[in-house]
């Protein structure tokens, strides 16, 4: 059973930065394509970013518009762990972030293709 664990949320102001970490024990999660949705109070989740299993080179991260030029997803394998980092922070980034893995080739930011989600963790945005 995957058991995926995200950490790094928290409380920021508009234009600070976050990282988000994910990682997930006994699996290695290079053999998956890991999405990061994100959920906000009343709303559906939604893709933010996602990234192909390791040795897939080609369309190898995928963004929302509303994450690219802010959002930088990475892997790093050593750690068995993977990454957002999330710049310049909006209000409207608030939401519960979600790790999730699917056993595919290439990252979409399809919701139906990843089976395995982790527990959440908030952010916060706001002045």
């Known amino acids: 059973q995957l058991q995926l664990v995200e950490s790094g949320g928290g409380l920021v102001q508009p234009g600070e930065s976050l990282r988000l970490s994910c990682t997930a024990s006994?699996?290695?999660?290079?053999?998956?394509?890991i999405g990061w949705f994100r959920q906000a109070p009343g709303k559906e989740p939604e893709g933010v970013s996602c990234?192909?299993?390791?040795?897939?080179?080609?369309?190898?991260?995928d963004y929302a518009d509303s994450a690219k030029g802010r959002f930088t997803i990475s892997r790093d394998s050593a750690k068995n762990m993977v990454y957002l980092q999330m710049n310049s922070l909006k209000p409207e980034d608030t939401a519960t972030y979600y790790c999730?893995?699917?056993?595919?080739?290439?990252?979409?930011?399809?919701?139906?293709?990843?089976?395995?989600w982790g527990q959440g963790t908030q952010v916060t945005v706001s002045s």
């Open positions: 006994g699996v290695n999660l290079d053999y998956y394509v």
């Open positions: 999730t893995a699917g056993w595919i080739r290439h990252c979409v930011l399809t919701r139906a293709v990843y089976e395995h």
């Open positions: 990234i192909s299993i390791s040795e897939e080179t080609r369309r190898n991260t």
